[in-house]
């Protein structure tokens, strides 16, 4: 509601990222740049800077829904403005790495609308031409408490002939077990502390981890009662590279599985890998998500069960959409089946979720955080209406065509 006009929300919303702020974006970089890693980082994730170098901080931290023997760190890099589009990207790490420890670049793109996935960086092949790149830095130790040691990145940038990737139009559902994370006060992959009754997701798969307080990567989750969507704000269950949802040619592991099953899934159903996880754990339920329990008991679960889950990233969208972001006190949203407050509640949205409004009506009046409005805004996910003056879309009154 609040701002300038849509497309000024639209290009913050595109570009955001917590502790960001750069002034790599002040001048373009060009198509061959260092990183120094000893340089801090703001929002790093256990990562501290030794002797020049990047390491882990704490031998003893876990992320919540992963767990594991293995300490863990990240740091997502200050955005680079291109100084021309490209769609490939190498990359060169400098320090050490000891045996069984590991330390992975992954990278992701925009072309000042949308951030793509997160990919390995080593040689990424973009699906179109970027004007941004961010790069991630993620560490974990050995069994035995060595971390890797890293100086410095270089990387390197280029354009080569390459078709266009489309996306498909609908977003890609699946049906998984979910089970809840629980574990407040733990901290997530990307740095959040859990606190009671929260509300995001745990993937299995580090390629579409939200920053710390963004909402960049969101799914829509389906329960026995109400559909919610929240962002993907940890790594895990039982396994941290299965993007399931991706099919087998860019799917990190487990390529032999059908797209939309979760490994751990097969393997406590079927045996598959000898019915343990990537670490070699036995793997005790078949979670394909794992829900903070403002989450879970939001969709009406009370135990462990199947949810639909979709993965809003996958869509391509369409032209002329409307973007908002939803701003409440913390609670999430309640999206109702009309534009009254009278209306049956059909499902909710996170606080700081995106919601894409298809269009938009008069109802009852309500007073939120941006005012006293009688506008409802029907939304795509869940299919439903909020009240406008909890959503801030960039500009005064309404911004979508009439429903």
Not at 64 to 70: C, K, P
Not at 90 to 102: Q, R
Not at 127 to 141: E, G, V
Not at 162 to 177: C, H, Q, T
């Amino acid at each position: 509601m609040r701002g300038t006009r849509i497309l000024a929300a639209l290009a913050l919303a595109a570009t955001a990222v917590v502790g960001a702020a750069t002034p790599a974006d002040a001048a373009p970089t060009s198509p061959a740049w260092h990183e120094n890693l000893a340089a801090p980082v703001a929002g790093q994730v256990n990562l501290a800077s030794r002797a020049g170098t990047l390491t882990i901080a704490d031998p003893a931290f876990r992320t919540a829904a992963a767990g594991g023997n293995q300490s863990y760190g990240m740091e997502i890099l200050p955005p680079r403005t291109l100084a021309q589009p490209a769609n490939q990207v190498s990359v060169k790490l400098a320090g050490k790495v000891p045996a069984g420890s590991d330390a992975t670049v992954d990278v992701r793109a925009s072309d000042g609308q949308q951030w793509t996935s997160w990919q390995d960086a080593k040689n990424a092949a973009l699906d179109r031409p970027a004007t941004q790149l961010q790069l991630r830095i993620t560490m974990h130790s050995n069994a035995n408490g060595a971390a890797p040691a890293l100086s410095g990145l270089d990387v390197s940038t280029s354009v080569v002939d390459r078709k266009p990737v489309a996306k498909p139009m609908a977003a890609l559902s699946y049906r998984v077990y979910a089970t809840r994370e629980g574990l407040v006060g733990g901290t997530t992959a990307n740095g959040h502390v859990i606190v009671s009754n929260d509300h995001f997701v745990a993937l299995p798969s580090g390629k579409n981890l939200s920053p710390k307080g963004s909402t960049q990567y969101s799914v829509k989750v389906c329960g026995p009662t109400r559909c919610e969507t929240a962002p993907v704000w940890d790594v895990g269950p039982w396994n941290t590279k299965d993007d399931y949802w991706n099919p087998s040619s860019t799917r990190q592991m487990w390529k032999d599985l059908p797209q939309g099953t979760p490994e751990a899934q097969a393997a406590y159903l079927n045996g598959y890998n000898g019915g343990k996880d990537q670490f070699g754990r036995r793997v005790l339920n078949p979670a394909g998500i794992d829900l903070a329990d403002g989450t879970f008991y939001n969709v009406g679960l009370n135990d462990n069960g199947y949810v639909t889950v979709t993965f809003l990233w996958t869509s391509g969208g369409g032209t002329g959409t409307i973007t908002g972001t939803v701003k409440t006190a913390g609670d999430p949203l309640n999206v109702r089946s009309g534009p009254h407050t009278t209306d049956s509640v059909v499902g909710s949205v996170a606080n700081g979720s995106n919601v894409t409004i298809t269009c938009q009506t008069h109802g009852t009046s309500v007073t939120g955080t941006y005012g006293t409005s009688d506008l409802w805004d029907k939304i795509s996910s869940p299919v439903g209406y909020v009240a406008d003056a909890y959503v801030y879309t960039g500009a005064d009154g309404q911004v979508a065509p009439n429903c």
